[in-house]
């Protein structure tokens, strides 16, 4: 009788391990190919707030798959953290690689043609430019342009393709707010 219960204990503790070591696995592979953030700056207001919990999806980008405008993205800056790391920023993206952006009188255009901005904070944009996006380039901005250092910034410019980190598919948090992230381009 002892002999059959010290064989159950084993087998229930071999399941036990088991399962963690699966779990363990599965949480390996997710953290892999979704990252959860959080936003720690007002530049993407009115759309995402401080501490609103995102998730960004790793692979939005390999294979055939093209960044867009309108996307939420995540990228390496050369910007630094209080701690000396390089920082990501989240933007979202205005142009692709050979798009010609300007912005004149609070206005952007995008291949000359006028950008709806009614998903921004103040529904226009200060600065003054015209550009041509390199290729393996993208031209980012935030969506509250007052605030936001962005491409049209020295500090940040033109973003490489290679340091996009993953496109912002979901928000957990605010629970009122969760859901799937639209691209206001496609709507």
Known sequence: ????????????????????????????????VVKPTIVKERSMEPNFYQNDYLFVYRLAYKGDH??????????????????GKKKLLIKRVIGVAGDK??????????NGKKDDQSYTMSGETVGDLDETVPDGSLFCMGDNR???????SDQVGMVSTGRVFGKVVFRLYPFNRMGRIANPYKQ
């Open 1 to 32: 009788m002892a002999k059959k219960k010290e064989i159950r204990e084993k087998s229930l503790a071999l399941e036990w391990i088991k399962d963690i070591v699966i779990a363990v696995i599965i949480a390996a592979v997710i953290v892999q």
């Open 66 to 83: 093209k960044v867009q405008r309108g996307d939420v993205i995540v990228f390496r800056s050369d910007l630094e953290t209080d701690s």
């Open 101 to 110: 952006i300007s912005i004149h009188n609070g206005e952007v255009y995008v």
């Open 146 to 152: 007052d605030v936001s250092i962005d491409s049209r």
